[in-house]
T-cell receptor, first 109, second 116 residues
């Protein structure tokens, strides 16, 4: 079966750096998305990786290793507003989006 | 403003009473989709539509119907709701066709449905 694994919950301190991991086993691969979802709100797009390596976008970076079936989202200079759930989703060979259950990130002052 | 809208945002209903959740997008997107989100589970796709008059089942279609008569609208219909359909529902759209193309999906604000 197809599977996306992310930690359920993480805690970090304001101003610090946090890395949220995502591992996947899917039938084929056409890219990996990260979305941010604040409590009770809609998911919003953060990043899309299809090639190996690191993509940086301001305070957020996303890394992909296709050979390892692994990605991470790196958040720097954490702010209280970064408290949210972070969803990892993979496009399989049929362009079906497989979603992880999300990682709830709690930021403490 | 480019957006996906859903109505209602909150709904409490009783078992068996037909309901419709509307979804509309103003971005001229071809692809639209409905998801449900439950605690501890990822987003699960209910139905999707690649264009007008083209709809197909997602992963959890049982108990739901959809229609796509116009490009901008994609209503979700529960003919006879049951308590196991209590969930948070999201409508989403993206520019290109394809069940889950590489295009970014834009999500509506969500509809929290409770079926008693």
């Amino acid at each position: 079966g197809q599977n996306i694994d992310q930690p359920t919950e993480m805690t970090a301190t304001e101003g610090a750096i946090v890395q949220i991991n995502c591992t996947y086993q899917t039938s084929g691969f056409n890219g990996l998305f990260w979305y941010q979802q604040h409590a009770g709100e809609a998911p919003t797009f953060l990043s899309y990786n299809v090639l190996d390596g690191l993509e940086e976008k301001g305070r957020f970076s996303s890394f992909l290793s296709r050979s390892k079936g692994y990605s991470y989202l790196l958040l720097k200079e954490l702010q209280m507003k970064d408290s949210a759930s972070y969803l990892c989703a993979v496009l399989d060979s049929n362009y079906q989006l497989i979603w992880g259950a999300g990682t709830k990130l709690i930021i403490k002052p | 403003e480019a957006q996906v809208t859903q109505n209602p945002r909150y709904l409490i209903t009783v078992t068996g009473k037909k309901l419709t959740v509307t979804c509309s997008q103003n971005m001229n997107h071809e692809y639209m989709s409905w998801y449900r989100q439950d605690p501890g589970l990822g987003l699960r796709q209910i139905y999707y539509s690649m264009n007008v008059e083209v709809t197909d089942k997602g992963d959890v279609p049982e108990g739901y119907k959809v229609s796509r008569k116009e490009k901008r609208n994609f209503p979700l219909i529960l003919e006879s709701p049951s308590p196991n359909q209590t969930s948070l529902y999201f409508c989403a759209s993206s520019r290109k066709s394809g069940r889950g193309s590489t295009d970014t999906q834009y999500f509506g604000p969500g509809t929290r449905l409770t079926v008693l």
